[in-house]
């Protein structure tokens, strides 16, 4: 049984038949060949683009190119790409269908491929009937795509923003507190540098002794004053430069805040610049008219052994 089954009986089933598989063998070529044409299956067209990540702040530890990917694939990105070139339409689906939706988001998926490559760049390549349709989408994606980061930044940026406001205005009503009760010392014990009124009153109060007495009086009381607030007063003038110094790095922070909220970023380098391609890549012919003769003969060997043994005869034996 396993002898019968070789090339050699093969070979004599298709000697026996030729005719037929030779008139089956131009029949698929012309159909497959016709079915494949224009008219039928209109040719679609590709345009690329490769692109590098910039300006992407990582959120874990995801690469750059892994978080450039997925604004690409965002459900953002590509809802804003069916309206704007009417895809639904355009592909002549029906989303108010029963799985319309779902249709519409493979058709896109199937023409819109988006993929990593081992360079840490990202692949975007679009199929379209229409040549600079396909063109325009890709560069569509890519305008989608910052304008989706530049939200998502300026967001951040925003609740930073806030952040650093909110610490601004604790931070000034300390420093305003600080500097009431500086104010007061100064007018009610007449207390203005701790060190510097320190050292004079002392040197002061010494030649006054020396001299007499005279305006000892007026230097006893300020001493007083040195000595019963002073230790306040020299607490709260370290406090006040702290505090003005923490206000000043709070407003530095605040500019910058206010800078990412306003700045507009590009967050794509195009190494590969998208083009009006002149080249169709679907359907390749050759390839559709070389399958369907080959199943087309396949098919018809299979009908033709078959029908040989339904009758009892020999399917390999030769015409006498």
Not at 179 to 194: F, T
Not at 209 to 233: P, S, T, V, Y
Request: hydrophobic share 40%; charged share 25%.
């Amino acid at each position: 049984m396993h002898d019968r089954l070789t090339v050699a009986p093969s070979l004599a089933l298709i000697n026996r038949h030729w005719r037929i598989f030779a008139f089956v063998g131009v029949a698929a070529i012309l159909l497959s060949a016709i079915l494949s044409g224009p008219w039928l299956l209109k040719p679609r067209f590709r345009s690329q683009a490769v692109v590098y990540p910039v300006n992407l702040n990582s959120y874990s530890v995801e690469t750059r190119a892994d978080q450039l990917l997925q604004l690409l694939e965002s459900n953002s990105t590509r809802d804003s790409i069916i309206a704007r070139f009417r895809l639904v339409e355009h592909y002549d689906l029906d989303t108010a269908a029963t799985g319309g939706r779902g249709a519409l988001y493979n058709q896109y998926w199937e023409r819109v491929k988006i993929e990593k490559t081992r360079y840490e760049s990202v692949d975007i390549r679009v199929t379209d009937e229409d040549p600079a349709q396909a063109r325009d989408m890709v560069l569509a994606i890519l305008h989608q795509t910052d304008l989706l980061a530049r939200r998502l930044q300026r967001e951040n940026s925003r609740e930073l923003l806030a952040i650093v406001r909110t610490s601004i205005a604790r931070t000034g009503a300390k420093l305003d507190s600080v500097a009431q009760r500086l104010d007061a010392l100064r007018l009610e014990r007449g207390l203005l540098d701790y060190n510097t009124q320190t050292k004079e009153l002392t040197k002061g109060y010494m030649l006054s002794l020396a001299g007499g007495g005279r305006g000892q009086g007026q230097i006893e009381g300020l001493l007083d004053a040195l000595e019963e607030d002073g230790g306040e007063f020299h607490r709260l003038s370290v406090l006040n430069d702290r505090l003005i110094g923490e206000y000043a790095g709070k407003l530095a922070e605040e500019r910058q805040a206010l800078q990412d909220v306003n700045k507009e970023l590009t967050y794509t380098n195009v190494v590969v610049y998208p083009e009006v391609s002149d080249k169709k890549v679907y359907p390749v012919r050759w390839l559709i008219v070389a399958v369907s003769t080959a199943m087309a003969l396949l098919l018809c060997y299979i009908l033709l052994f078959l029908r040989a043994q339904g009758r009892g005869k020999d399917p390999y034996e030769a015409k006498g």
